[in-house]
């Protein structure tokens, strides 16, 4: 029994601390010189989940229903070498974990990468991260979320044709 408790504290801890990481890179680095933040409340998606449906013209890509599964989302845009490079090690542990799961990794020549990875339980998706680094910069948006795993496969089609 203490066993059956003690993996499903560990696996409610960790989801816990997916959500609560976008908010920590957020406390950490906004306000810095170089970086500029962006959050947006469950309160204002909230508000958004009331508008009417938001079809992509030419796209089967239905924004409004994508958007009504978002919780919260952390932007930060980073124009400071030092602090880039700090955020980029700090996603790099993070993400290192084993609950993440990469959908997607360019990397360039010149350095320049992009990463986005997912947290999912069964078919929804409760957070992604993307992850963008190039020379001197790096920007991040960490969204929490209950996207069904099939919407966003739909979004990332609609976005790449």
Known sequence: MKKIISICTAILVSTIAFAQ??????????????VDAVYISPEMFALIKSIPDINVEGKDVDLGKVIKTLDGMYILDIENEKIAGELSADISRMTSEKRFELLMETVEGDGTSMRIYIVRKQDIVTDLLMHVREKGSASVISISATMPFEDLKKLLAGAID
Do not use: I, L, P, V
Request: no cysteine.
């Open 21 to 34: 990481q976008g908010k920590e890179f957020y406390n950490r680095y906004a306000g810095k010189n170089g």
